[in-house]
């Protein structure tokens, strides 16, 4: 066996040309799909059961939904030239029919989130409030309509469908990296996803919620399935590397399988799994939490490793390329603004319509008797 | 156009005589064409054998094309490699491939990068966004975001020169002679003999891009991601190990 040893003295370090500001974007509108479909039982498909949770996914969803084209617009190195998408036809790239899709899920998400609140914007509209006649305005003079719910439901599905089909397959073309270009990528992008939104859900559940413990075990099943299926798509990549018998799953394991760094991040990915899959299962009530926190954290990492670890691992030079987070716009601050985005939104939608005051709750001045019955007649 | 620098110096003179016989106008280097000219196919075989890794094509590129600190449109790439307890360097130059199939360009979501009638991929950086994706999916790590620009850049060929009927800077500047530029649709050309007679390797085949920057004596080793040990300022302890 011939024994040759190879030094790089002289190669050029590419820097990451995805931004954090791409993990936020992919983080947060896979959380706003992920909260969306939560949705859906408890307010298109009407089952009661559903609802509370419902309603934190409903947050969820459109707080990430909004927040999320910031983070993409800011991650273009020219975003004010974001118009360029929409003067041209470029049917053979995935951004270019993300720039589609996107205006349509969101516009979607805001008419479904309005057609599920409307309810509640009524009943505060009752209250004798400065307010009032705002929510009055914005319910437009009309409550709960199960129908429209369901049309707006059945629309935003196929937004977000049509988002998380192409923000999967936008990374999985790129055959020039292969830890990308996998058809695994796709679905490991929506179960992270879910697995996040439902983190999410257990979070606010205690955070601006009511703590609801049905809703926390709900969630926690939830959440174990989820992770069940995160577990299986990993195991089969894995499985597919290991064994060789796809020639690109193994060249992708091949690409980091000798890294200490992707050694410790693959341990702490499984660790971020396992552990609130097991808690999950074992005591689903009283740690809504715990599980919650660390399945959010553990689809935001996914998303890190995938972007800033996948373009930390050169395309011809030897080794990986050096990342070090900015602590600019284009890292830290990136990362804290896009959170604090969302957390103004989250504030301001729990401020205008508390989750612990929905209508049966609320002190209906002029109620009609029938808070979540169907209020079509304008007051 | 056809040779690298030592061979256009040697013709310099009848090329002078036929500019002012044939008294053509001269293309303006400012002018460039968007599209090019379909009659030609430029590609560029390079002779790893004969490159001293001096970087001269490195800096006269930056010169060239303005490129900003910290960023290369082409870079000698340059190795130890030892076998059989003897050591030597390896030097490979790198560049945009121009690729006959390139993967840059269906990922561009706004058509700035396209690739000319005469095989030049170039970006229209009035028009990029700035999104990377042509960044990612290129093979061959040569493309980067220019932050004066905040656009996609990458070699064009020098295809301002090229135009201007002048070799690409890199060329031009070779002192050993190992990059030759020319017209693959010449059968004559230099280019289009070194393809058809030295069967020279491309980077990476595998990807299908078809590279129209070919090399002669390119070792296979060094035609795809190098499997080594990264840049003496940055040691691995496990590859102190195996040097020990």
Redesign the interface.
């Known amino acids: 066996m011939m024994d040759t040893h190879i030094v790089e003295v002289i190669n050029v370090t590419r820097e990451v040309a995805w931004l954090p500001w791409a993990v936020q974007y992919f983080f947060l509108i896979g959380l706003s799909v992920g909260g969306l479909l939560l949705s859906l039982p408890g307010y298109a498909f009407a089952r009661d059961g559903w609802r509370p949770l419902g309603r934190l996914a409903l947050i969820v969803a459109l707080t990430c939904g909004l927040a999320a084209p910031v983070a993409l617009l800011s991650d273009l190195h020219q975003p004010g030239r974001f118009w360029h998408f929409y003067v041209v036809f470029r049917p053979t790239s995935w951004m270019w029919w993300g720039s589609l899709f996107i205006p349509l899920y969101i516009g979607g998400l805001l008419v479904y989130g309005w057609a599920c609140l409307r309810e509640e914007l009524q009943a505060h509209g009752r209250v004798d409030s400065r307010l009032a006649g705002l929510y009055r305005l914005a319910a437009l003079g009309g409550g709960r309509d199960d129908r429209l719910i369901r049309a707006a439901g059945v629309f935003v599905l196929a937004g977000a469908a049509l988002v998380a089909l192409y923000t999967g397959v936008e990374v999985a073309v790129v055959k020039a990296r292969p830890l990308w270009h996998t058809p695994f990528l796709p679905v490991q992008f929506l179960t992270t996803a879910l697995a996040g939104a439902v983190g999410l859900v257990l979070i606010l559940n205690r955070v601006v919620g009511t703590a609801d413990r049905g809703v926390e075990v709900l969630g926690n099943r939830l959440l174990a399935a989820v992770l069940a299926a995160v577990m299986l798509c990993g195991g089969l990549w894995l499985a597919l590397g290991l064994s060789e018998l796809d020639a690109g799953h193994a060249a992708a394991l091949d690409s980091v399988a000798g890294s200490e760094a992707w050694r410790v991040t693959a341990v702490w990915a499984v660790a971020a799994t396992v552990v609130p899959f097991v808690i999950a299962v074992a005591r689903p009530a009283g740690t809504g939490l715990l599980t919650g926190l660390i399945a959010v954290h553990s689809a935001w990492m996914f998303r890190w490793t995938v972007f800033i670890g996948g373009q930390s691992v050169p395309k011809t030079g030897a080794g990986f390329y050096e990342y070090a987070l900015p602590a600019g716009p284009d890292g830290l601050m990136g990362i804290v603004g896009t959170a604090g985005l969302w957390l103004f939104l989250l504030i301001l939608m729990t401020a205008l319509l508390p989750v612990s005051s929905t209508p049966a709750a609320g002190r209906p001045a002029n109620a009609s008797g029938h808070p979540g019955g169907r209020l079509t007649a304008a007051e | 156009m056809d040779r690298s620098r030592r061979n256009f110096c040697l013709g310099a003179g009848a090329a002078t005589v036929g500019a002012a016989t044939l008294a053509a106008v001269p293309r303006d280097a400012d002018a460039v064409s968007a599209s090019g000219d379909a009659a030609h196919r430029w590609a560029m075989v390079v002779d790893v054998r004969k490159c001293v ?1 001096c ?1 001269a094509c490195t800096v006269a590129c930056i010169m060239e094309n303005d490129v900003p600190e910290n960023s ?1 449109r082409t ?11 003897r050591a030597g ?2 030097m490979l130059p ?1 560049l945009c491939n121009h690729c006959e199939d390139p ?1 840059c360009i ?7 990068t396209y690739q000319r009638r005469d095989g030049i991929v170039v970006v229209d950086n009035s ?7 042509c ?7 040569a493309r ?2 220019n932050h004066e620009t ?2 996609a850049d990458k070699c064009t060929f020098c295809v301002h020169r090229v135009e201007a009927g002048l070799l690409p800077a890199c060329v031009e500047t070779c002192v050993g002679g190992a990059r030759i530029f020319g017209d693959l649709k010449d059968p004559d050309s230099t280019v289009s003999k070194l393809v058809r007679e030295q069967t020279p390797k491309v ?2 085949p595998e ?1 299908g891009t078809q590279p129209r920057v070919f090399y002669i004596g390119l070792d296979p ?1 060094m035609q ?9 300022w ?1 040691p ?1 302890p496990h ?1 102190e190990k ?2 020990a």
């Open positions: 890794g970087q290369f870079i000698v790439s340059t190795y130890e490699v030892t076998e059989q307890g360097s390896y790198r993967p269906p990922v561009c979501p706004t058509g700035a028009v990029c966004v700035g999104c990377a994706y960044v990612q999916a290129c093979p061959y790590d980067f975001i905040q656009t980077l990476k990807m080793k795809g991601k190098v499997d080594g040990t990264p840049t003496l940055r691995a590859a195996e040097h």
